[in-house]
Structure formats: C-alpha cells, structure tokens
C-alpha cells in the first residue's frame, strides 16, 4: 500500500509538472506502443514473479539455516543476510555485470538482472521470516520436542507455517518492493525490455515525454494496488488466532 | 510360555524412568542435587514442594528439555542420549503436559492430536484422525475437533494437550504443574481426566499443588526443596506424617484450606 500511495503522488506531481507538455497522448501512445507496453508488463511481472519465487525459496531455506542447531550454518546465514540487506541493488547488478567477467563469470544479462533482483529480496525475507518466528510461544516448541519430533519436523510443522503465517502483510510488500526493483533490468539491454526500460525505448524512437512514464508508472501503481489487497485478504485468512 | 512369562517378569522390573545422580545448574544456581528417582510402569508418582525448589527442572529434564550437568537418564532401560535421533524417539516414548498446554495455535484440535502420530510415528492419516476422535472423545473435547485453540477454555484447551500425548502411546506421560493455569471451575474436569488415566494404569509423574488430588491419585509422594529429594513417601505417611521437619513446614504452611 505504501508504495502505491508513494506512486499515486509521483503520478500527480508530474501531472502536474507537464500536463500540456507532453508531445504525444496518450491515445497515441497507446496505439503506437500498445503492444511493447504489453510486452514490457509481461516482462516485469515475469521478472517480478521468478525473482520473488527463488528469494523465498532461498529466503526459507537461509531462515533454518539461521535457526539450525549447527553454529557454522547459523554464522553463513547471518553474513548472507547481512550483505544482501545492505548492498544497494543497482551496485550488486554493477557488480554482477562488469565485474564477475573478470573472474570469468560471464553471465546473460536476463540472469545478471534476475540474480541480483531475488538476492536482495531473500535477505528481506528471512528477516521477515525471523520476526514472523519471535510471535511463536517457545512453549510450542517444547510441546513438539516432547513430542519426538526432530529438528526438521518441528521447522515443518510448528515453526515454518506460523512464521510464514504471521509475515503475510510483509511478504507482500515483499513482492511489491520486489516488483519496484525489476525496474533495474531497464539498465541493461533487454529484449523485450521492462516497464521501465520501455519508456527509454519510447524516448528514443518518438516523443513520448512524461507520458510515456505515466502509462508505466499506472500499470505499476495498479499492480501494487491488487497485490496488496489480494495480500490483505490472505492475512486475514491465515492469521494465527491467539 | 513359562519362559515367556518370565521375560515378562523381567521386564516389568526394569523402570519406565530412572534418574541416576542427575546434577544441573543454572550457571551458579545449583538447581538439582544428585536427584535419583526410578518410576515403575503402571506407577503414579507425584512431586511436591515450595516454588522454587527445582519440581518443573526435575520435570523438563526427564525428557532432556534441560540440559544436565551430571547424571544419566534411562527411560525403559535405553540411556537417553543428548541429541540426535535416539533422543527423539525416546522423548517420543514419555508424553509431557505443561502449564500453559502450550498447543499448537496455527493448527486445529485434531490437527494438534493427529500432527505427531503422522509424523513422528508415521502413522496413516485417516487411522490417525480416528484415533484422535477417540482419544478427544475419551477427555471429552470430541465437539471442538475443527476449531483452533484460541476458541477454547483452558480447561479444554488442557484435556487437548493430554490427549495429544496420548496419541503417542506413550510409555508415561510427565505432568508439570497441569491445571496452574486455570481458572478454579475447571481444575476438576482436568484432574478427573489425569484420575481416570491413572486408574487405567498409566505410568504418571505429576508436579502440582491440589494435595487432595495428590492424595487420592499418588502411589508415591516425593518431596523436594532446594534441588533436592527430601523425602519419598506412601502419601497416607506423608500428609499424616511426613518424616521431614521441611515438610511438615510445607504442608503446614498451605493452610486447612489445602488439607
Ligand atoms: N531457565 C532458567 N534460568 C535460570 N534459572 C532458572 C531457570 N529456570 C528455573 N530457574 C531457577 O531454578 C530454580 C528451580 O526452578 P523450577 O524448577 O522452576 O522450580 P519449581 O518448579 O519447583 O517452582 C528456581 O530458583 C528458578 O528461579
Ligand atoms: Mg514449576
């Protein structure tokens, strides 16, 4: 929600700024550019959801293994997260793209993009996932041990679901902030490029001026506007009751 | 048949809980004191003494919920290991109720009944959900199967978590302080279900402070303070004639409305 907000007033401002300015309308933008709009908010959403996919996948996986009773697997995922949470993205992708080559690493530009776009999100994740942890009474936790479950299945079935249950709302912005940050493949060469990248696109082939952002920056207002309601609906349904 | 019974025999003379010379600290609190107690199968055992004085520790340790300094724990003649996979099984093998029922809270009541039989002991899930029909039954809890636990009263939400253990088969369930957290109408529906338990035969260590219940149920008092087993008892000699000057202050002190 707050992104939206954020975006909503982005919106307005250059609104404001340019309306009457703009070189090309909408309408024609549209019509002119119709299909690479589409093209490009298939690419974020693509980008969007693989990205947020791995980085709760890794994100789970960092979060038992900051949990482990091994100290050398708890230490790993504690340095993980702590330089994933802190590394600015455009700097990790700078990192990823000009500097793996000289260890000859070369990677595509789609998977430059995609790697750095889930790593940071994963360190969030676990972070999440680790306060989602800290609402679980420890007492649960003795119940299930005297119950003879192992390490793993107490992490399945007691610690896991109520974690990811109590971080629902943060999951989402989650996803939302994961979706924001798609908008870095718009500084490498993509085909076909991202919301973002279109408008670049748009600039050099025609005059599309602040209206060409705006039709991106609606679909991303709207998008993050879906995702946080579906978000609020799932974490009413899922909420532990206690 | 002959050889049969007297392996039996045999069996039934090894305790379904022993404590040899337990000692455990935390840091420089000396909370356990060569603590030694054996616990036979079909035994009732219950622990009093002053808060404090290391009941709920002594508890947590038979099935290593606490770390111990010294000692060794046998549960049905295995040594209990610190850790790994012969640890869970034999933390499987005795049931634990506690205080606050500590259920799971994200998952219903059969759910809480069914969750480790189908885990832990692999059992398939519609013979597990029978089961736990049963059992929910038995404690009188059958009608809240599909709620959670915050939709539950205490004294439910307690004969859930006995019922849980007994899911396990467990080889005794240990009790720690079971209906402390109650609000007093609903102590005895939880007292009658552990009465009714040890008149069938289960094997129960008990910490609590309803002395007429310790009364009826105990086939052996055992009271501690300061870390320490002071006295182990018939609870007939015991609340009439308690052999230790600490005891007799501690029975003294709660009062004729306890006695
Ligand atoms: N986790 C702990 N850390 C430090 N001291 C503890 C801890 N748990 C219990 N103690 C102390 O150990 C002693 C025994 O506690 P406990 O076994 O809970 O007694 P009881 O159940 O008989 O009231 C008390 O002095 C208590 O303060
Ligand atoms: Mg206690």
Redesign the interface.
């Known amino acids: 929600m707050k992104y939206a907000c954020l975006l909503g007033r982005t919106i307005r401002e250059a609104f404001v700024k340019e309306y009457g300015t703009c070189s090309m309308s909408i309408y024609a933008l549209l019509t002119q550019f119709g299909d690479r709009y589409l093209s490009a908010l298939f690419t974020t959403y693509k980008l969007t959801a693989a990205a947020f996919a791995l980085a709760v996948v890794i994100g789970v996986a960092v979060t038992v293994m900051r949990i482990a009773?091994v100290k050398p697997l708890r230490m790993a995922a504690e340095f993980y997260v702590q330089v994933f949470r802190n590394i600015p993205g455009a700097a990790l992708l700078i990192f990823l793209v000009y500097a793996l080559p000289y260890l000859d690493i070369v990677l595509s530009y789609y998977v430059c993009v995609l790697t750095a776009i889930t790593l940071i999100p994963s360190a969030f994740c676990s972070e999440y996932l680790m306060a989602g942890m800290n609402t679980i009474?420890p007492?649960?936790i003795?119940?299930?041990?005297?119950?003879?479950?192992?390490f793993a299945?107490l992490v399945?079935?007691?610690v896991l679901?109520?974690a990811v249950?109590s971080s629902v709302l943060q999951m989402t912005n989650l996803l939302v902030a994961t979706m924001l940050t798609t908008a870095l493949a718009s500084q490498v060469p993509l085909n076909p490029t991202d919301l973002t990248g279109i408008v670049s696109y748009i600039n050099t082939h025609a005059v599309g001026g602040v209206t060409a952002f705006l039709i991106s920056a609606v679909l991303y207002c709207v998008t993050a506007v879906v995702i946080g309601q579906v978000g609020s609906l799932i974490d009413r349904k899922v909420r532990?009751?206690? | 048949m002959a050889q049969e019974q007297k392996r039996a025999d045999a069996a039934r003379q090894v305790p379904v809980i022993e404590l040899r010379h337990i000692d455990k600290y935390f840091g420089s609190l000396h909370v356990l004191k060569d603590v030694n107690l054996s616990v036979q199968r079909g035994e009732v055992v219950v622990i009093i003494g002053p808060s404090g004085s290391g009941k709920s520790t002594l508890c947590r340790t038979i099935n290593r919920l606490e770390t111990i300094d010294a000692g060794e724990i046998i549960i049905d003649g295995a040594v209990m290991p610190e850790e790994g996979k012969m640890l869970a099984k034999l933390r499987s093998e005795i049931g634990m109720v506690f205080q606050s029922f500590n259920l799971f809270e994200h998952k219903s009541i059969l759910d809480n009944v069914t969750i480790a039989p189908r885990d832990v002991l692999r059992v398939p899930r519609k013979e597990a959900q029978e089961e736990a029909m049963r059992l929910l039954e038995r404690v009188g809890v059958a009608d809240q199967a599909h709620k959670v636990p915050a939709q539950l009263s205490g004294g439910q939400k307690q004969r859930v978590a006995i019922a849980r253990s007994l899911a396990m088969h467990p080889k005794a369930i240990l009790f720690d302080e079971p209906t402390s957290a109650l609000d007093p109408e609903m102590i005895g529906e939880v007292l009658d279900v552990m009465t009714e338990l040890a008149g069938e035969g289960m094997t129960m260590v008990i910490v609590t402070h309803e002395m007429n219940f310790a009364r009826r149920v105990a086939d052996r008092v055992i009271f501690m303070d300061g870390g320490s087993i002071l006295e182990e008892n018939t609870p007939q000699e015991f609340f009439s004639a308690p052999r230790s000057q600490r005891a007799r202050d501690f029975l003294n002190s709660l009062g004729d409305r306890e006695r």
């Not at chain 1, 003795?142 to 192992?150: I, V």
């Open positions: 009773p009474d007492g649960q003795e119940a299930a041990r005297s119950l003879g479950m192992t299945q399945r079935n007691v679901p109520q249950r532990v009751l206690r």
